[in-house]
């Protein structure tokens, strides 16, 4: 069965970095866009990050020039690299892999972040 299981989130002070891991299994990891989302409490789940098979990356405005998306195809892992994070970064972080040719759409059960003094 598909498994995307995150790891890495924590408590952090404003300023600080953390790195998210996300291992994936029962999928034919390289030809999925991975994606990361955030929900922060009584808010929409929106999207962060993304980084196609093809390695092209997006990014939402407000994470742009402090979170960086990668992917290790030989680990089937998806990474989220966030620095100089501030109190509204606090969410849960969701991976997501998606792949329109084989109708693949799979979540991950999240890891919380809390940006806090």
């Known amino acids: 069965q598909v498994q995307l299981v995150e790891s890495g989130g924590g408590l952090v002070q404003p300023g600080g970095s953390l790195r998210l891991s996300c291992a994936a299994s029962g999928i034919f990891f390289r030809i999925y866009t991975l994606a990361w989302y955030r929900q922060a409490p009584g808010k929409q789940r929106e999207l962060v990050a993304s980084i196609t098979s093809g390695g092209g990356t997006h990014y939402a405005d407000t994470v742009k020039a402090r979170f960086t998306v990668s992917r290790e195809n030989a680990n089937n892992t998806v990474f989220l690299q966030m620095n100089s994070l501030k109190p509204e970064d606090t969410a849960v972080y969701y991976c997501?892999?998606?792949?329109?040719?084989?109708?693949?759409?799979?979540w991950g059960r999240g890891t919380q972040v809390t940006v806090s003094s």
């Open positions: 997501n892999a998606k792949a329109v040719v084989v109708s693949g759409d799979h």
